[in-house]
């Protein structure tokens, strides 16, 4: 399920057996997410999760009620009538709620209404838009930009495909906003996005009917831009007609996506620059869209649409030298920066370079060296050393090889020049050269924000602070050299200049040789610059408490003292609630500066293997905010097996523990049909084939079969579900199901760093005869119902197992009669299914609208 988050939003629960914090509002991640999704209604005993609950008053007649839509006699004109809209429409909903739609009298009054249920809820109101057939596409597209707007981001395409908004109209109002930015380059934000579904073709559509409707767009437009992008249909043409089917349509998944993408693009990109100016060069626009048409990762397109609407009214070539104003302006107010650093999607090290893709980088290597003195004079010396040494690492490169890591460093040292203006003292060359070489080459993407914020605290320094920083005889490599970078965020208010003195002699010396070992090595490093920024904005961090902790730190750094910082610092008071929990116990007052002292073992009673368990996670933090947020929500089930996990986890039980049949009728039913299963999905399947890990992964990718835990854990976060446990909402009630239940596993692709790509959900389920069989859920980040088909029918031919999926309506696909699969009560008291976008208590669980793939003899 795609989750969006709504700000502002207040969360309360109705259950009249739980008891939660009325207006409860939880500290979480960066993007922090609310939702509005409440626990309501019994239904054959089961309570079901949905959202606001619709008022009864909307069983009255429609004749019981009186809409007034008479002009106010004191006002004038079109305003007063509007007004006289909106007051019937703000009536109706707040007597009918959503009943209000169907009882308006007249179009323009459901209009409105549709537009105060947004209010309500934005998701059931776009529901209840989907299945209105008397509005205009004019009006259904007001509504819907109305919902982006009450949201704050865009929405999918599983909410504007069912609404049915002609093309024609979408790709008018998507030219009209794009032609109604600013002529002056201005940041890209989630809040202001052009949402790329304003120019998608009907998915319903035969692929020629398609091709023919985005040819006839672009001939309508009769320009010259137009007119060149005509030959990018013939190519789409070329590369997918030969695969269309009988039916008109693509039968292989990924080229359906891929031609969704490209049309959409197209159109896109074209509606970004419609509003080009007579001075623009079109050659150059259109190879821009060439470009990144089929390259670029569809999260990065509107910064690059947005660049291309600006470029178009300019009568040269991109130059990303107008950038560097705007970021020095930005980083001369640095503390807190890095949130707002990675809002500026533009500066990324990857997409900022995206329209470069067609152009020749030492081209632009060469106009970066001569525009460098009228950016920088002061500093044009430095840094055209750092040029010389990119232009003799690309001369050593042929042309075949890639020059992705080149470009990084180029875009990087844009962003460091641009830290270099934002201080109007000219800072000493000989400092400031320790700096931009290390951070410039500097490996990991992830700490940049944190060291350019560093390096223009750096810049806006006194003197004195400069020369301690940039001294030349700093032992320990580059991290030792931009470790204090994270100190100057606490100069003047907490931190003074003498502090940073003796801060520095602490870290160099002899005793603290340890701590200079410990930043070396990269994870501790990342750690340390996040833990000090967090530190920042901690209520728990005062001032008189600040120095002793970097002290301590300087004298006996580890990582899990940093880690336990981290978590003091993100969560606040929420902390102690956590190691309540854990059964933990310890001296509140003063905490961070005995964490830093002495670690974990300041907590009574602290288990020594689940610290060293925990701090070996990705992303460890968001167990005990996770947990918390249960708490607080009264989930005791959910937290009862929160503790299941992390006690199963430290104790090497977690396998054992979720296959086990006590408390759940589901797996005993299983294990009667099946019984080596209790040992587990890995103990019953190898691995895939080489045709399927070939078919979907690309080099350096791998496939697994996932019942690990922390695998089980984190999915949601890192290909963005609505199970992600860094959210605060209802549905993260269901996640528990996935780890502790045994008859849920995870399809996953990773990355070569580990990160997950995709994943999809499969389930041991029991047929219509209550025979044992497998059912693949709707695969993420595509939202694809087969995206792991062929890695599932590897799973089940290796376990003799019949393999079911959801029909694909789509494909032409249909449910055949009595073919269904279902799943008994389960052991966790919430789940949450992707073939019908559901949170379910415990209770039993029938799909029908399911399709048989494989047909193998069960086995037993």
């Keep these: 399920m795609d989750f969006y988050p709504i700000n502002g939003l207040t969360q309360q ?177 989630e809040d202001n996005v052009i949402n790329l579904q304003l120019t998608a073709l009907n998915p319903d559509k035969m692929i020629k009917d398609r091709l023919l409707e985005i040819r006839q767009i672009l001939k309508l437009e009769n320009n010259e831009l137009s007119r060149q992008l005509l030959s990018e249909v013939d190519n789409i043409e070329k590369e997918f007609m030969p695969r269309v089917g009988e039916s008109g349509h693509l039968s292989v998944d990924r080229d359906n996506r891929d031609f969704k993408l490209y049309t959409t693009r197209l159109l896109y990109l074209y509606a970004a620059c419609s509003g080009f100016s007579q001075e623009a060069d079109i050659a150059e626009l259109t190879s821009y869209i060439r470009s990144v048409l089929y390259t670029t990762h569809s999260l990065g397109i509107w910064h690059i649409a947005k660049e291309l609407a600006y470029l178009s009214k300019q009568p040269g070539s991109i130059d990303y030298c107008r950038y560097i104003s705007a970021v020095a302006n930005l980083l001369k107010t640095p503390a807190p920066v890095v949130s707002k650093f990675e809002e500026l999607q533009q500066l990324s090290d990857i997409d900022g370079f995206v329209l470069l893709e067609s152009k020749p980088l030492d081209n632009y290597l060469s106009v970066l060296r001569a525009n460098i003195g009228k950016m920088t004079p002061e500093y044009s010396q430095v840094l055209r050393t750092t040029v010389d040494n990119l232009e003799s690492n690309l001369a050593a490169r042929s042309p075949l090889e890639d020059r992705q890591d080149i470009k990084v460093q180029v875009h990087r040292l844009l962003v460091i020049i641009a830290a270099c203006k934002s201080s109007k003292e000219i800072m000493d060359t000989s400092v400031l050269e320790h700096f931009v070489g290390v951070i410039t080459e500097h490996g990991n993407t992830k700490n940049i924000p944190y060291l350019i914020s560093g390096l223009a605290r750096l810049v806006q320094s006194t003197q004195k602070i400069q020369q301690i920083l940039g001294k030349p005889g700093i032992s320990g490599g580059p991290h030792l050299r931009m470790a204090p970078l994270q100190w100057l965020a606490f100069v003047p208010d907490r931190l003074s200049e003498d502090d940073i003195v003796e801060l520095c002699q602490s870290l160099q010396a002899p005793s603290a040789g340890k701590s200079r070992r410990q930043l070396k090595d990269g994870k501790v490093f990342y750690q340390w610059l996040a833990t000090l920024e967090r530190a920042l904005t901690s209520k728990v961090m005062n001032k008189a408490m600040l120095m002793p902790v970097l002290k301590k730190l300087t004298q006996s750094l580890t990582y899990e003292k940093l880690c336990w910082l981290h978590m003091i610092f993100k969560m606040g008071d929420r902390f102690n609630q956590f190691l309540h929990s854990m059964g933990f116990s310890c001296q509140k007052e003063g905490l961070p500066l005995l964490i830093a002292e002495k670690g974990g073992s300041v907590l009574e009673g602290e288990n020594e293997e689940l610290s060293q368990w925990l701090m070996k996670q990705r992303h460890y933090h968001l167990l005990p905010f996770y947990m918390v947020s249960m708490i607080e929500y009264g989930f005791t089930e959910i937290t009862d097996l929160i503790h299941k996990f992390i006690e199963t986890n430290v104790n090497n039980t977690f396998i054992e523990n979720r296959q086990s049949p006590l408390n759940n009728p589901h797996l005993q039913a299983v294990y009667k049909e099946y019984p080596e299963f209790q040992a587990g999905w890995g103990a019953n399947f190898s691995d895939f084939s080489e045709e399927t890990r070939n078919k979907l992964l690309s080099p350096e990718e791998t496939l697994k079969l996932s019942e690990d835990p922390w695998d089980l854990f984190i999915s949601g976060l890192e290909v963005h579900t609505c199970l992600s446990p860094n959210g605060v909402h209802y549905y993260s009630c269901a996640l528990m199901s996935y780890l502790m239940d045994g008859r849920n596993a995870m399809i996953i692709r990773k990355s070569s760093k580990g990160n997950i790509l995709g994943r999809s959900i499969i389930r041991m389920v029991l047929d219509q005869d209550d025979r044992p069989a497998l059912f693949l859920e709707k695969g993420y980040p595509d939202k694809n119902n087969l995206l792991f088909i062929d890695a599932a029918r590897d799973i089940a031919d290796e376990m003799g197992l019949p393999l079911y999926h959801c029909v694909d309506a789509k494909r032409g696909e249909k449910a055949e009669a009595g073919e269904e699969v279902k799943l008994l009560k389960g052991r966790a008291p919430y789940d949450y299914f992707d073939s019908i976008n559901e949170v379910k208590e415990r209770q039993a669980v029938t799909f029908t609208n399911v399709k048989r793939d494989v047909m193998l003899p069960f086995s037993s």
């Excluded at 629960?13 to 009325?22: A, F, G, Q, T, V």
């Excluded at 309570?47 to 008479?70: C, D, H, M, P, Y």
């Excluded at 007004?83 to 323009?108: C, G, H, T």
């Design 13 to 189: 629960l109705h259950e009249s057996n739980m008891e939660s914090p009325i207006g409860f509002s939880a500290e979480a991640e960066d993007d922090s997410i609310q939702n509005p999704y409440k626990r309501v209604r019994l239904q054959d005993g089961a309570t079901a999760l949905s959202e606001k609950i619709v008022n009864s008053a909307g069983t009255k007649q429609l004749s019981e009620r009186q809409v007034n839509l008479q002009p106010d006699p004191e006002k004038q004109g079109s305003d007063s009538k509007a007004e006289a809209i909106r007051m019937a429409a703000r009536d109706l909903v707040d007597k009918f709620q959503y009943e209000a739609i169907e009882k308006s009298p007249n179009n323009e009054v459901q209009c409105a209404v549709f537009l105060e249920c947004l209010k309500l809820s934005v998701l059931k109101t776009l529901e209840k838009l989907s299945k209105t057939h008397s509005l205009s596409g004019a009006d259904k597209l007001r509504i819907m930009l109305a919902a982006e707007k009450e949201l704050k981001c865009p929405i999918t395409d599983v909410y504007w495909e069912p609404v049915r908004i002609p093309v024609s109209i979408r790709f008018e109002k998507a030219k009209r906003l794009f032609q109604s930015l600013p002529d002056t380059p201005s940041l890209s934000r």
